[in-house]
């Protein structure tokens, strides 16, 4: 299994909700990923977890809150969000932090009103 | 320094034609250059990667080629085939401090016609 399965595959939300997006890998990867990517552009790395750890955080908005509760598993918590937070959330994970492989899942579609 | 400038932004190519898509970095310390290839509605999919060490690494109908002293690469489809429309990023990362992060390209949108 080669997949990183990310739920839901869209989503809509007002300012005021709360709302959650999912990753899951069974890949045995220690490290895993959330990355922000707006329309014709690249992705740009929001956080980084090693062995469940939190190791980076790109300066990231406190409204979005990861969670990395087993090796397998990846939330991003997302709470009064803004019109300019809409994008494509996607979830990769690697081997290792020092790993360059990076598997990509297919993204959440995030429409923020 | 963390910059990997990738040009041209858009190319169309012709059935069967080569797609050329070229990128420079400016950080020696990157030593990691992977391309990966991205579909609407997708996730990028790791496509072709080389190091520093070699020249040229060809997986089937795509070349990377390596100019270290020009810190510049470039991603080859040779015979582009209309399933070969994507975005494509050029990126690169090193092993230590701010290069162990992967830096992504602006990205290339190809355009494979009949």
């Known amino acids: 299994d080669t997949e990183v399965t990310q739920t839901p595959k869209h989503l809509v939300m007002g300012m005021t909700n709360k709302k959650s997006l999912k990753c899951e890998q069974h890949m045995g990867h220690r490290a895993m990923y959330w990355y922000k990517q707006k329309a014709k552009k690249p992705p740009e790395l929001m956080f980084v977890?090693?062995?469940?750890?939190?190791?980076i955080n790109e300066s990231v908005p406190s409204r979005f809150s990861p969670e990395c509760p087993n090796s397998s598993l990846l939330n991003l918590h997302l709470h009064a969000l803004q019109p300019e937070d809409s994008a494509l959330y996607l979830c990769?994970?690697?081997?290792?932090?020092?790993?360059?492989?990076?598997?990509f899942g297919s993204g959440t579609q995030l429409s923020v009103l | 320094q963390q910059q990997v400038k990738q040009s041209p932004q858009s190319l169309i190519v012709q059935k069967g034609g080569i797609s050329i898509i070229n990128c420079a970095y400016e950080n020696t310390a990157f030593d990691y250059f992977p391309w990966y290839q991205q579909f609407p509605g997708k996730g990028p999919a790791l496509l072709i990667a080389?190091?520093?060490?070699?020249s040229e690494k060809k997986e089937g109908r795509f070349t990377i080629s390596f100019n270290k002293s020009a810190k510049q690469f470039s991603l080859h489809i040779m015979d582009s085939q209309p399933g070969d429309s994507a975005t494509y990023f050029c990126a690169a990362r090193g092993n230590t401090g701010t290069a162990s992060k992967l830096t992504f390209g602006t990205g290339t949108r190809l355009q494979v016609t009949l």
């Open positions: 990769a994970s690697s081997q290792a932090w020092t790993n360059e492989k990076l598997f």
């Open positions: 080389i190091r520093p060490d070699v």
């Open positions: 977890y090693s062995y469940e750890k939190l190791s």
